[in-house]
């Protein structure tokens, strides 16, 4: 049963190595496969959850407009995704940022640059605690 | 090199396209840069640019990182803590940093020519310009209190600033900008276009903070979103020019100005930082701000900022998975050099052998040496400071003290303290669980500590000092300290004491009280991650480390939380023992002694079994029967291993004693984690295993099997 | 809800568009045979020395040392409450991934060999009839051994005890 999964980032590559991440081997045999939305922006991301709900939601945090930690806040506010696992991918400068978001309710963290095995790892691990 | 999953067509893709974004982003920079170099030849700057330069490398490394492009990857690195000193007004515009910036331009242009293919060799370009960053970078810190405090912001709003953004936000206000609220709506399918067009016209008359979506908005398909924007027009001035729109906009007004007025953003916690190398900025320096930004180093201590650019480099991260396989490795060395000695027994009986034997030996104790030396070193590298988790501390204590209103100051020494990483990691619960209790229940609030005639402000002190081949860790407060009375009588309630107990209870147990399971109840304890975390289950986690947790207090003065913790989780010396068959080992920390069995000297006393030796009673417990290997009584011969854990003294039967030894200790899987009295296993050679046990565990089983000796 | 319809709906004409096969590898466990996806496998042994661990939960039965690392092995009759029998030259552990750089050894009877199973060889648990325990992911009937019946595994339910 594959995953929906909604990707929120602005960089078009990473977001295309994520999905390649999304849709490879090691997370179909782990997690059964993915099913990818990208969303470019913020913004984005809120057109995308009314088509949810989603399984799984990966986010970057130094965004323009709407900021992944705005986003994180607008996603657990949302009625859908309260308690949605949330995985959060970001570079180390932002340390503080990072703090913020899981106190804003993401589950894990995720930073730049992480090999393929490193993000199916923390996304099986969000996923299993959200049904353990 | 990131793996590339989904089969090689779609990485060929992601490859390209990451070049194409990188090539982009690289022009991008050029022209951003010239504009600032025409823009400071007039003595002007502009912030946005230089945020999208930073933002563009900030890309660019984590791109690079992603794809493999180490060398772009780690000029970006050094290029962002720049850019980041430049956006964050630690440093200036000057000529001299345009010069580096355009030079690191025109690298990256030649660094993605290398990822095309082309072959050129850039290192000592690189290396030039890496001791350039350096010497353009900033080390020292920013000051100043923030002046968002004097600010009617919603808390909501200033929890979802990101770093930046609250920089730019500060910055306005020092500069005099007032600070307005937008309310708007937007149909989300027309958002961009629609933001586009209000931000065009809110640019001229000021600057956009951040946007918020409320949540709220009359229907579905529609959002609505705050947006703080700082500018020195008025508000009719700004209402005009964004007059296209349909929106709400409200000043933010400024707090009432009186001495120690209560703000919406609580005094913060103010940290001191000992003039330590690891932290950099001189002792006394306040504000927790200069924490967060000092940069965590996972494995080495945290840079000297006064060290030069090439000692930075000279730190390695490293996999601990990496370390686990190396000292495995040299736990197979050992065990070669054990057969190595048995040859050489075999050959000492042979005359004719001994010039060879004796050539054997010497090699042998060679080898014994360096690998005593390697195994030495493999340790040295598996120890980081606890300052990493000082630092998280320190941003919880922050967190907290706004939460509880409650004004504090947190005292830390001995950050450089080093101890097994695996130790470490294993540290940052229980050490917030602890502040957090310092803060929930210790620290008074500012009237009540005044009352008590103490300083306003209160002190959580979190010590670390190396003892021996210990680590000593201490959390103390000057607050309210522990009430026995209250705790035996919350004992008592929660059924943990009878009266009888209760009454003949001296401080030093009652306060001990606190670490009985059951103690603290779930809905009260929990810890930031929300689960329920009770000191019972503190005192568990720093069992199963080899280590202690004690407690002592002074009503109305004070308490004091004290682990003392071995320095390193991967070997220590052990007594392997024999019970029923079956090889255990006991860490030699807690053994005192170990002693012949005396059947005759046994007896039974108030429920339990005890030994005389010397005159003194000494509790004894077979430890074939704990474990189940038999149920009749021990057999008449045998050894007891004394051991002792805190003041409790247990002697453990066991059939035979087999040696001393030092052991590489491993952890056992989750599937075990719940079993009492292992603190883990090591390998005897030839694939056998021999359980560790966790000595402090099994001295508590053995004192709660009272009742079932008899 | 209706968002679940549709998957499921999708799913379904997924399943008729293509013939995917899975791998499973068979096993023998008290005469019975049990199959779980090979790619769940990381190494098949013979049981090595294992080291008992008192008063561990009972379908443990212990620990042993694979190149270094200590792998809990766990005895998939006692899981399941089906007859024991003494470990002997056929006996394997199936080294199982568990999450977290970890893994677990399953001792089995004897390992058969590995099936392809396609999606359309695959019956639900259910088909066993009545309620089924949730490690039971289902039944696989391979099409070239019609009397075969492979009773196929949820690993990750199987461990969870």
Redesign the interface.
């Known amino acids: 049963?594959?995953r929906?999964v909604l990707v929120v980032e602005d960089?078009?590559?990473?977001r295309?190595?994520v999905?390649?991440?999304l849709?490879?081997?090691?997370?179909a045999?782990r997690l059964g496969g993915a099913e990818v939305t990208e969303a470019k922006?913020g913004?984005e991301a809120?057109?995308m959850l009314?088509?949810?709900?989603y399984d799984l939601i990966i986010t970057d945090?130094?965004m323009g407009?709407?900021?992944?930690?705005?986003l994180?806040?607008?996603v657990r506010?949302n009625e859908h995704h309260k308690s949605t696992p949330l995985v959060i991918i970001s570079?180390?400068?932002?340390?503080?940022?990072v703090?913020?978001g899981m106190?804003?309710g993401a589950n894990k963290f995720v930073a730049?640059?992480?090999?393929?095995?490193q993000l199916v790892?923390a996304c099986?691990?969000v996923l299993?605690a959200h049904h353990? | 090199m990131a793996e590339q999953g989904g089969g090689k067509g779609e990485s060929d893709r992601a490859r390209e396209e990451f070049l194409s974004e990188a090539q982009e982003l690289i022009d991008g920079l050029g022209r951003d840069v010239l504009a600032l170099d025409e823009l400071s030849k007039v003595g002007r700057s502009d912030p946005e640019l230089i945020n999208d330069v930073f933002r563009a490398v900030h890309t660019l490394k984590g791109l690079s990182g992603l794809f493999g492009a180490s060398m772009m990857s780690g000029l970006s690195h050094e290029l962002e803590e720049v850019l980041d000193d430049l956006r964050l007004g630690r440093i200036e515009l000057s000529q001299r940093v345009l010069d580096v910036v355009f030079r690191a331009v025109e690298l990256y242009g030649m660094l993605l020519g290398v990822e095309r293919g082309n072959g050129m060799d850039l290192s000592s370009d690189i290396e030039a310009l890496l001791v350039s960053l350096g010497e353009v970078s900033h080390r020292g810190r920013a000051g100043g209190a923030s002046p968002v405090a004097q600010y009617e912001l919603d808390p909501g709003l200033l929890g979802v600033l990101t770093e930046y953004e609250e920089h730019r936000l500060r910055t306005n206000i020092q500069n005099g900008m007032s600070l307005y609220k937008l309310r708007v709506a937007f149909p989300l399918a027309t958002i961009d276009s629609a933001l586009d067009e209000l931000k065009a016209n809110a640019r001229p008359h000021g600057e956009i903070i951040t946007y918020l979506p409320t949540g709220g908005g009359s229907d579905a398909d529609a959002i609505e979103l705050e947006i703080l924007i700082a500018s020195k027009e008025s508000v009719d001035t700004l209402r005009s020019a964004l007059s296209g729109h349909q929106l709400a906009i409200e000043e933010v007004p400024r707090r009432p100005a009186s001495p120690g007025a209560r703000t919406s953003l609580p005094p913060m916690a103010r940290l001191s930082v000992p003039a330590a190398p690891s932290f950099g900025p001189e002792a006394g320096t306040q504000l927790v701000a200069d924490v967060a930004r000092v940069p965590i180093a996972s494995l080495a201590p945290p840079p000297d900022r006064d060290l030069t650019l090439r000692s930075v480099t000279q730190t390695v991260r490293v996999d601990i998975r990496k370390l686990d396989h190396l000292m495995n490795v040299v736990g197979e060395l050992a065990i070669v050099r054990t057969e190595l000695m048995a040859v050489v027994d075999r050959l000492r009986n042979r005359a004719e052998m001994r010039p060879l034997m004796q050539e054997l030996l010497r090699l042998h104790r060679s080898f014994e040496r360096h690998l005593e030396q390697m195994q030495g070193g493999i340790l040295e590298v598996r120890m980081v400071p606890l300052g990493q988790v000082f630092e998280k501390l320190a941003r919880v204590v922050r967190q907290l003290s706004r939460e509880h209103d409650k004004q504090v100051n947190l005292v830390i020494t001995g950050a450089e303290t080093e101890l097994d990483k695996l130790i470490v990691e294993e540290l940052s619960d229980p050490l917030m669980h602890m502040i957090r209790n310092a803060l929930d229940h210790g620290i008074e609030s500012r009237d009540e500590r005044l009352r008590a005639g103490k300083p306003p402000v209160g002190t959580i002190a979190l010590n670390a000092f190396q003892k021996g081949n210990q680590v000593l860790l201490e959390v103390e407060d000057d607050g309210r300290g522990m009430d026995p009375k209250q705790i035996a009588d919350v004992a008592l309630r929660r059924g943990i004491l009878t009266p009888d107990e209760a009454r003949d209870l001296s401080v030093r147990d009652a306060l001990s009280l606190i670490f009985r399971p059951g103690f603290t109840t779930r809905e009260e304890a929990t810890d930031l991650s929300g689960r329920g975390v009770g000191m019972d289950v503190v005192k568990t986690n720093i069992g199963k480390l080899g280590g202690v947790v004690e407690v002592s207090s002074d009503l109305g003065i004070g308490t004091k939380v004290t682990i003392t913790l071995p320095i390193t989780l991967a070997i220590i010396s052990v007594l392997f023992v024999e019970v029923a068959g079956r090889t255990y080992a006991m860490p030699l920390t807690s053994v005192e002694e170990a002693i012949v069995y005396d059947q005759t000297a046994t007896r039974t006393f108030e429920g339990r079994e005890v030994m005389t030796v010397r005159g003194a009673t000494l509790p004894i417990c077979s430890l074939s029967r704990l474990f189940g290997h038999t149920t009749s009584s021990p057999p008449p011969h045998g050894f007891v291993v004394v051991t002792s854990v805190g003041n409790r003294r247990v002697g453990f039967i066991v059939d035979s004693l087999i040696g001393q030894q030092d052991i590489v200790i491993k952890a056992l899987g989750r599937t075990l984690r719940g079993t009492r009295g292992f603190a883990g296993a090591t390998e005897l050679g030839d694939q056998r295993v021999a359980l560790v046990l966790d000595a402090s565990a099994l001295v508590e089983e053995a004192f709660a099997e009272k009742e079932r000796a008899a | 809800m209706s968002a679940l319809v549709k998957r499921r709906g999708a799913a379904v004409q997924k399943r008729a568009a293509s013939e995917k096969r899975t791998e499973y590898l068979a096993f023998l466990l008290a005469g019975d045979t049990y199959a779980v996806r090979i790619s769940a496998v990381g190494e098949i042994l013979r049981p090595p020395p294992i080291t008992e661990v008192p008063r561990a939960p009972s379908p443990i039965i212990g620990v042993v040392s694979v190149r270094g690392r200590l792998v809990t092995v766990m005895d998939l009759r006692r899981r399941f409450a089906l007859n024991e029998a003494p470990i002997d030259g056929k006996s394997r552990v199936l080294l199982v991934d568990i999450g977290g750089d970890e893994q677990v050894g399953l001792l089995v009877d004897e390992v058969l060999s590995v099936y392809r199973l396609a999606e359309s060889e695959i019956e639900p648990a259910s088909v066993l009839g009545g309620e089924q325990p949730a490690y039971l992911a289902g039944v696989g009937r391979p099409r070239e051994q019609k009397e075969l019946v492979l009773v196929l595994l949820d690993l990750r339910a199987a461990i969870a005890s």
Request: net charge negative.
């Open positions: 049963m594959a929906r960089s078009a590559s990473t295309a190595f999905r390649a991440v849709e490879g081997e090691t997370f045999q922006s913004f809120m057109r009314p088509r949810g709900p945090i130094n407009d709407i900021n992944g930690l705005e994180i806040a607008f506010k570079t180390q400068s932002t340390e503080r940022d703090e913020r106190a804003l730049k640059p992480f090999a393929a095995e790892e099986a691990e299993e353990g």
